[in-house]
């Protein structure tokens, strides 16, 4: 191999590296915007045949839990109320209340 040669694919190999690298960092961006997405309160609006149950089987949780995060007694929702089905990640919830995770 001539000199030439050795350092065009040390050029070739830095250029992939740097690459590599960018795609990397793109990759990491987009993971923390997900988790930060992930971490939020999430909110469901009733529509017209919603049950409370079938919101609740949606969302991987209990009517009772969706009772207790809205406090709602019984089964009656409202077509357009907002209900909260995934508390806040670093939010705790107790009897209706929800609110920042004590230490």
Request: proline share 1%; aromatic share 4%.
């Given at each position: 191999?001539?000199?030439?040669?050795?350092?065009?694919?040390?050029?070739?190999?830095?250029?992939?590296?740097?690459?590599?690298?960018?795609?990397?960092?793109?990759i990491e961006?987009?993971?923390?915007?997900?988790?930060?997405?992930?971490?939020?309160?999430?909110?469901?609006?009733?529509?017209?045949?919603?049950?409370?149950?079938?919101i609740?089987?949606?969302?991987?949780?209990?009517?009772?839990?969706?009772?207790?995060?809205?406090?709602?007694?019984?089964?009656?929702?409202?077509?357009?109320?907002?209900?909260?089905?995934?508390?806040?990640?670093?939010?705790?919830?107790?009897?209706?209340?929800?609110?920042a995770?004590?230490?």
């Amino acid at each position: 191999m001539t000199d030439r040669s050795i350092a065009a694919r040390h050029e070739r190999l830095v250029a992939l590296g740097a690459n590599q690298a960018k795609r990397r960092q793109a990759i990491e961006a987009q993971r923390r915007v997900a988790q930060q997405e992930a971490a939020k309160a999430k909110y469901y609006t009733v529509k017209r045949g919603d049950a409370l149950s079938s919101i609740a089987a949606r969302w991987n949780t209990t009517a009772d839990t969706l009772r207790v995060w809205n406090s709602i007694s019984g089964n009656k929702i409202r077509v357009g109320q907002l209900l909260l089905v995934k508390p806040q990640a670093n939010e705790t919830v107790v009897a209706g209340e929800v609110g920042a995770a004590k230490k």
